[in-house]
């Protein structure tokens, strides 16, 4: 089963053309992509901690209530961004059995920490609304933070949704990415020793090599982990380059995973 954590501010729709891709492959998987709290059609009582601690325990008890407690069967975890930093910290918990893969998805230590200051200039130059959903995959496009129209039309629809106020015929962002900013330190500190201590087969996916820092490139030329850099894609290489990202998943099933015959099964799910 390939466990999938999106990044901040997208939902479990991010992965919908890869997994589309992983349906019509000839080797028999499953799928579990959920969105996180604050995220997507996710409900919880507070939302307001984003923090790693409570991230991973949510991921921890979900995938217990979707596999079973104590379930042992083969998983490989793949996490995009601030989702890679939650699947790294699950990956080295030992709170989940059967973990044989951790797929991590343009994100290092080095590079997010040392980009954090800037973040909130990033985000500033975001829009806060749009007339409309399509005017939302427009500016997705244009703003170069899809590189794909097929993704973007299933993966921005789902970040958004009517404004609260209803004398307004706008969309809004579900997700208010500023609130989360006294979470981004604790999200990626140390995040390198934690993906370098987790005892499965890594791979680190890229957008360019000047993303790795010091403790990743020593440990990548010692061999620790396989590095694929797509340098035509942006920070969601899954969105924009669905096609390698699904070759690179089923290989990790076919050098890790005793495939099952079973029929393909693709859950979505939301708690």
């Known amino acids: 089963m390939f466990i999938m954590f999106h990044g901040g501010g997208y939902t479990a729709m991010t992965w919908a053309v890869v997994i589309r891709k992983l349906q019509r492959s000839s080797t028999p998987n499953r799928v579990l992509a959920f969105d996180c709290r604050a995220h997507g059609g996710t409900v919880t009582e507070d939302i307001s901690d984003m923090s790693l601690e409570k991230q991973t325990d949510d991921a921890v008890q979900l995938i217990a209530a979707v596999c079973g407690e104590g379930d042992t069967s083969e998983k490989v975890f793949v996490g995009h961004s601030m989702g890679a930093a939650v699947a790294t910290a699950v990956c080295g918990s030992g709170k989940v059995k059967g973990i044989t893969g951790l797929v991590v998805i343009d994100v290092v230590e080095g590079t997010a920490m040392a980009s954090l200051s800037a973040m909130q200039l990033y985000i500033d130059k975001i829009p806060t609304s749009f007339n409309s959903a399509e005017d939302a995959v427009r500016w997705s496009l244009t703003s170069r933070s899809a590189k794909t129209r097929k993704a973007a039309r299933v993966s921005t629809p789902d970040r958004i949704q009517p404004a609260p106020d209803t004398t307004l015929s706008k969309w809004v962002w579900r997700t208010d990415l500023l ?9 990626y500190q140390g995040m390198s020793q934690r993906f370098l201590a ?10 360019g090599t ?11 030329m ?10 035509d894609c942006g920070h969601c290489i899954q ?14 099933v076919r050098k890790v995973v005793i495939p099952v015959r079973m029929p393909v099964v693709v859950q979505h799910a939301a708690y």
């Open 179 to 187: 609130r989360t900013e006294p979470y981004w330190r604790g999200w």
């Open 198 to 207: 987790c005892p499965v087969r890594k791979v680190l996916m890229l957008a």
């Open 210 to 220: 000047d993303r790795l820092d010091t403790a990743l490139t020593i440990a990548q």
């Open 222 to 231: 010692q061999g620790k982990f396989r590095l694929i850099v797509l340098p």
């Open 239 to 252: 969105e924009d380059d669905p096609q390698k990202t699904a070759e690179t998943l089923l290989d990790m």
